[in-house]
Structure formats: C-alpha cells, structure tokens
C-alpha cells in the first residue's frame, strides 16, 4: 500500500467513508452504549459498515474508534480494554479494506482539558501512544486525529503517533461559524492557526469535520489552505444541521446535494472528501461519483 501522501502527490483526489455512529444506530446501537465495544460483541456489524463504505466507492476507511482512547472507554469501565478494542477496531476495518483500500484509524479526543487541569499532559499523551499502538497493530494505515477544539490536546495526540508508529497522521479540527462570521473551534481556534500548529507538530495531511454541512466547509477550507498552501487538505463535513423531525434526529442533506458541493471544495483547496455525521454510504457514492470525472 502506497503511503497516502503519495497518492496525493500523483494529482489525485481521493474519497474518504462517512458517519460510523449513524450507522452503527441504524443497526441497532442504543443511546448510552458504548459504541466502540461493538467491535468486539458485534464484530460483524461493524464490518458490515466498513465494508458499505468499500462498495460505495471509498479509498480511505475509517475505524469504529472514535471514543477508543483508555480515558474516554473510562467513562465506560472499559479503560482497562482500550488496547484490545482499538486492535479490534482496526482489524475489522483493515480486513474490509484489503489492499487497496487505506485504513484511517479513529482518534477522538478524550474530553479532558488540560486548561481547566482536568488532566495532565502525560496522562494524555500515554493514552495517545496506547491507543495508536493498537490501532497500528491491527492494521491501520494512518491516524485519524478528529473532531479536536484545543491544539494541545492535538499537538499532544499528533506526538504520541509520530514518537510511537510509523502511522501516516490525519488531524481534523471541528469549526463553527460565529456571531461574527468568523470559524472557529469551541475552544477558539482559528482555522490558520490549526494549519500551523498541526504541521508543525508533525502531522502529514490536515483539515476539518463535523461543523454545519458541505456549503459551510468550503470557507474553512479556503482559509486551511491560505495558511497551507502546499498542506493536503482533508474534510469530513456533516450532511447538513441536523433538524428533528417527528422526534427523530434528521440530517437534511441528501446525497446529490452533497455531491453537488465537491466542486467547489475541490476549487478551495480540498485534497481529499469524506463525511461525518448523517452521511452514509449513498452520500459516499454520489461524491465518488463526482470525484472519478474529477481524476479522470
């Protein structure tokens, strides 16, 4: 398997998979259960997920791992297994992808601030290295370092991969759009400076997820890539706001609506599309679709 760096450098624009929670909801997760537990009690749904992910098209696939981190399974009694799920995690998606097909493993943040003193920076970086340990052991091709707000808990992550494996590492910010117009994490950090920071902690390809939707993230986009001119550039953008309708949780864009949006990420600077939550493997499609006339 050719690094992903590299395949980037041939010019090509490349697909990532979409939401795994929206999945794993569809097939029967409940609210409260730990969802990176399914990787060992219902192996084959998990799988049945990375591999929808494959047929519709995806050249990157993620890992049911988000939350797999020893200080966020804690909140699970489940510290004590991060290791064994983590290898889990990514065997199950590897064993999908086979050899065509790159496996990003997961890596959420733990929803500790070192700010507030909740942890410290050993602490974080030990759960780091443990969990990107397993992840590679099991077969992952690279570190998904996502949804992070505060950049040393990134910066942190991003050091555990590179002292720790030979991972490829992937580091995805979440921005919101604020009263002024401005994007911007929760903790305030400007997509310029999540360029900077990521890069200069080591990470080899950088960019955004979650946030309102495919519109929203093509300015996101174009200020990574003001700050990055040579950066490849990553989005995960959600399938819309989600509405609720008749009390049941609704991401209102469709398949073609995202698809209709590549262009103009492609145009912003963005290297490779995927989505996160309430994209599925039909919104995967559609975008892969658009990003084959793209490479040809």
Not at 126 to 142: H, R, S
Not at 170 to 195: D, H, L, N
Not at 200 to 222: L, P, Q, T, W, Y
Request: hydrophobic residues 50%.
């Amino acid at each position: 398997m050719r690094r992903i760096t590299e395949r980037l450098k041939q010019g090509r624009k490349l697909v990532s998979d979409g939401a795994w929670g929206t999945l794993l909801q569809r097939q029967g997760l409940e609210s409260g259960e730990c969802p990176e537990l399914w990787c060992i009690t219902h192996r084959a749904a998990v799988l049945a997920i990375a591999q929808s992910y494959v047929a519709a098209g995806a050249n990157l696939i993620k890992t049911n791992s988000f939350g797999g981190s020893r200080i966020k399974l804690a909140a699970c009694t489940l510290g004590a297994r991060a290791a064994e799920i983590n290898r889990a995690a990514a065997a199950i998606s590897r064993e999908a992808a086979g050899a065509e097909h790159a496996v990003i493993a997961s890596m959420g943040p733990t929803g500790k601030l070192l700010l507030m003193g909740d942890v410290t920076e050993e602490d974080l970086y030990a759960a780091f290295q443990e969990q990107a340990l397993a992840l590679e052991q099991g077969g992952a091709d690279a570190a998904l370092i996502e949804s992070m707000s505060a950049l040393d808990e990134a910066a942190l992550a991003i050091k555990a991969v590179r002292e720790n494996t030979r991972l490829e590492i992937i580091c995805t910010f979440t921005f919101e759009r604020t009263v002024k117009g401005e994007y911007r994490t929760m903790m305030g950090v400007a997509p310029a400076q999540m360029a900077a920071a990521c890069l200069a902690a080591g990470a080899d390809i950088i960019g955004a997820n979650c946030g309102h939707g495919f519109r929203e993230m093509i300015a996101v986009v174009k200020e990574i890539r003001s700050a990055a001119p040579t950066a490849p550039i990553i989005v995960h953008p959600n399938a819309g706001l989600p509405v609720v309708r008749d009390g049941v949780t609704v991401f209102p864009d469709t398949p073609a609506m995202m698809a209709d949006m590549v262009p103009a990420l492609l145009t912003a600077g963005a290297d490779i599309i995927g989505g996160c939550c309430g994209t599925t493997p039909e919104h995967i499609a559609a975008i892969a679709r658009v990003l084959r006339v793209a490479n040809a």
